[in-house]
């Protein structure tokens, strides 16, 4: 399979896509789903722009996607083949903010439950709201930033800075203090998970207008669409990604991918040292 081709075209695509759609976006309706996330004519534009891709390119294909769901529900077998995930638009509160640009679109394949090839297309991250096109291959063992070679956080000094979101009403969680005084600056707002991992896998200082790198991502409850594309980029960056009780959180296991709502109960991706030390203080 030809991934630099299909991500390519598809990146080029999902980039005109997105930036139509924000160059309306007072005009879009937009509606609060059950989980109180938000849903937009531009979700189901862009998911349904990349579902036909992918089954152009692979006929077969089991999809896994925010909006449309688990194409294969209750499947056993689902995890023993190639599904690909797919998350429109990660971060939809801020897409629909004229002021924001943390959002990107997520497309992941994942053979026998290892997310093995990622394209994140982000629109407007980068320095002078330009776009930033990221992929991963593990197959490559190398992840891509507008078609060079990105540079890895595993490769520079920690920066003490982590990704810990949770909901604006949560109470701050016991490990927060304790992160706090051991020199760790938290970021608590949610914004895209895609990106907050791709910036704990990556160094993308210098590219990006805003935002740190970080040691340590952690999540409780993730969605699969929202967590497997940033895994691939962590894998191929050579961090750890295991659950809160210290288990490997891949391959992912069919009970999960089978799941007509497929969620991770925990995600903690990160250099190992700071990954085990944030298990012990749980």
């Known amino acids: 399979m030809d991934f630099g081709e299909l991500w390519a075209e598809l990146g080029a695509e999902v980039l ?101 090839e990622a394209l994140v297309v982000a629109p407007e991250l980068g320095v002078g709201r330009a776009p930033l096109v990221m992929t991963a291959s593990r197959t490559g063992g190398a992840a891509f930033v507008n078609g060079r070679r990105a540079s890895l956080n595993a490769d520079g000094p920690p920066t003490f800075f982590a990704s810990v979101t949770r909901s604006s009403s949560e109470s701050p969680r016991p490990f927060e203090p304790a992160m706090t005084e051991a020199g760790y600056t938290l970021k608590t707002r949610t914004t895209s998970q895609t990106l907050d991992m791709v910036r704990t896998a990556l160094d993308l200082q210098g590219l990006a207008s805003a935002g740190n790198r970080f040691d340590l991502f952690f999540r409780r409850d993730q969605k699969v669409w929202d967590g497997v594309a940033g895994l691939c980029f962590g894998q191929v960056a050579g961090l750890v990604s295991v659950d809160l009780a210290g288990a490997r959180r891949l391959p992912i296991e069919n009970r999960i991918l089978a799941a007509a709502q497929p969620v991770f109960d925990s995600t903690v991706m990160g250099r190992s040292e700071t990954v085990e030390w944030f298990t012990r203080i749980q």
């Open 16 to 116: 005109v896509t997105l930036r139509e759609f924000r160059g309306r976006i007072a005009e879009l309706a937009v509606v609060e789903k059950d989980d109180h996330t938000l849903l937009t004519q531009a979700d189901l534009f862009v998911e349904a722009l990349i579902s036909e891709k992918i089954r152009l390119f692979d006929p077969e294909a089991r999809i896994i996607a925010e909006e449309s769901g688990n194409s294969a529900p209750l499947d056993p077998d689902i995890g023993r083949g190639r599904v690909w995930i797919i998350d429109p638009i990660d971060g939809t509160a801020e897409f629909v903010r004229s002021d924001r640009v943390e959002f990107c679109s997520v497309t992941c394949m994942v053979d026998r439950g290892e997310p093995m």
